[in-house]
DNA sequence: GTGAAAGCGCTAACAA
DNA sequence: TTGTTAGCGCTTTCAC
């Protein structure tokens, strides 16, 4: 009983995948030879390249990845770990750009990208699959301080930590951005402009980055001279926003800059300076963050901080190929550089 | 030269990962029965059962998925297909929550999901990955009419597509909202309140879904006896909601009521209606679209229409996981009904 | 530079 | 019910 048209149907022949074994019989040279040119082996003879590059076009050969892995002992793959709620994790321009760059930087390997999401009970499924040789590596993004369950991975995988500093036992790679600097960078835009009565409306002051935005934009006013303006929590929302430029309107009606810490929470408090007869940038200058959609729906196109978030997905992704290939001398943080993208607000 | 301290580090001595043959001899039973166990067969001596899950336990056993894969040639592997931009795909909070349906699904089996973002150019490699088993099957998400690609792993490997209708030319699995009906419900809401001159303040008309929202408006108004009102554009967007809502105020003052197809376009038009002196619910009803955080943001807390996204991301896994035990015979397409969130604006 | 041969860790007949 | 025996398709020494 031949098994070969065991499971073939009327309408659907597949036919077998072709092997490496099948190559090398149809380039006429040995199996190990098939696999020295498709793993970029140097030490193979041009001449023999070209006919095994024939057959694998030919026959459309494609490595199987599980033998390859097994072989290897190597997976070819990497974890993204989100250990947070998908919902809010993707919800969020910023991540999802991280998430498009990591992609990016893949796409020019062969690796493939595991979807993790280390939800509320189920560590110990994740923590197999990640220490069970699935992935070669992880990229861990989160806002929070991450949970416990990562040290233990660490020592078993290569983590690379992505937006917010990781854990603080633990030794691994780290890619953040500059938030101070970001709020500098606004503040400075500020003063440049002429503005003497500077504010900001900041985010959650139990949130990291919110606090460093304000220091940066605190350390400019003062080294320019500036007395700082009021710091009016926004809570990273948009009617937080809109509530903010209500009270500074009130308390502080000299203002004629205002830093706002999210692009969100400007697209609140615009209206209501606008509402309020000022205008922006003339009368109230106005510097947002994030660089986000919101940005450019704002009634006046908002000057903004932008975060690197598609590079920083990227670097993240650069570093964790390099460590698995054996380079595990790349500097353990990497701070990104902000920019100031320039429109009409400030 | 014994191989086993080959690569051990001062620091780290990893231990060899414990592998079936191991569990088999501590347990003191054969390797198969050992596999019988860890793959749930019924045909085992219980115990026997009772023996190897000792064995595994105390050794912390876990199967090389590479060395499963290979033997079974099965990869328990799906892929995620983007095929589109990722930052615009996870910055919608619909495809966000499908995601987690389908990972919450995922999360009761050993399926691994791979994220494949297939970009532009690059459908080539993409192809090759899905249709040389790498995964199983594969879940699509996208907005557009999916790309020609699609076609041709549609007969490799299963394939469930999600959001929006996919290809006309294959024959697969189709999970899909009902938008017709959400139009529907939202307008059904409105004339029950009483109103009795009721607008809608539409998404871009080149969208399918957008289409179908307002036929169900229309098609509930024409039914209650009702003149249906004005139909305007808001383009899905905040600002494209206010300037719609500016427009309405303009041309048919005497409107009571307003189904906003998104909640976004509804943040937009609510302050646009209330700067106007109107009272909400009371002068004009809305209900919105999407029950998104922006529902809960407005100035008058929005009643809006829910689409179960994260069960649609649930039902889509759970298919193709049945799908890929043998059960093809599922429905072919599978609309998710949506409901009515009722909350103060209608 | 090339080939032969020995596994990687698991599943799946088949025998017992 | 259990054990034995072949492989799955690839990488990787090791001779040549």
Redesign the interface.
Known sequence: MPPVDGDAEMS?V?HA?PTLEMVAARAGVSRATVSRVVNGSDKVNPSSVKLVQAAIDELGY??????R??ASAQ?H?IA?IVPE???R???D?F???I??GI?ARL?QTDY????M?A?QS?GA?TM??L????VDGAVVVSHHTADHFLERIA??IPLVFGGRPGLAGIDTWVVDVDNEEGGAVAARRLVERGCKHIATITGPTDMQSALERTDGWRRVLVDAGLEPGPEVDGDF???GGARAARRLLETYPEMDGVFVASDLMA?GAM?VLLDAGKRVPEDVAIVGYDDS?AAL?CPVPLTTVRQPS?EMGRMMADILIDVLAGNDDRPRSSIMPISLVERVSA
């Open positions: 659907l597949r995948a494609v490595p199987n990845r599980a033998a892995s097994l997976s793959a993204l709620d998908v919902t994790f993707f919800g321009v991540f999802a750009s998430v498009a992609n796409e493939a990208l595991n979807l999401v939800t189920e499924k197999r699959y220490t069970g040789g699935a020592d078993t929302s948009m009617m697209s209206p959609p729906a598609e």
